[in-house]
């Protein structure tokens, strides 16, 4: 491996990206040290807020949140599996499970590079 790339995490950190889910959903995804949040202009502008970890090859990518609570007890964590992998400037990210069977197992997110815009 050549220590001139950057490491999975520092690239997600350092870009703007933006997401499309293979149900269609899409939005900017914003990564930043442990946390990530997903905005989806689909779904009445929908901001949700995972932790996530990279496994130690950066092979596997594991979003956690709180799942709220409607019971009135603890509220439980939602864990999802991603395998995540480069192609060209794209990340794509497979589930391999989710605790809350909310998606299906091959759910994919692809995360795609902003083009850095000026704002002048």
Not at 33 to 59: A, C, K, P, R
């Amino acid at each position: 491996s050549a220590c001139s790339n950057p490491s999975v995490k520092e690239d997600l950190q350092e870009n703007n990206w933006e997401f499309v889910q293979s149900d269609g959903t899409s939005g900017e995804i914003d990564f930043a040290n442990d946390t990530v949040i997903f905005s989806s202009s689909d779904i009445l502008t929908m901001t949700t807020g995972h932790q996530y970890t990279l496994n130690e090859d950066e092979t596997e990518i594991t979003l956690t949140r709180d799942k709220p609570s409607y019971t009135g007890n603890e509220s439980e964590k939602v864990v999802m599996k991603y395998t995540i992998e480069k192609k060209d400037n794209e990340y794509l990210l497979t589930l391999i499970s989710d605790s809350s069977e909310y998606f299906e197992k091959g759910f994919t997110i692809i995360l795609i590079p902003q083009e850095l815009e000026s704002t002048s």
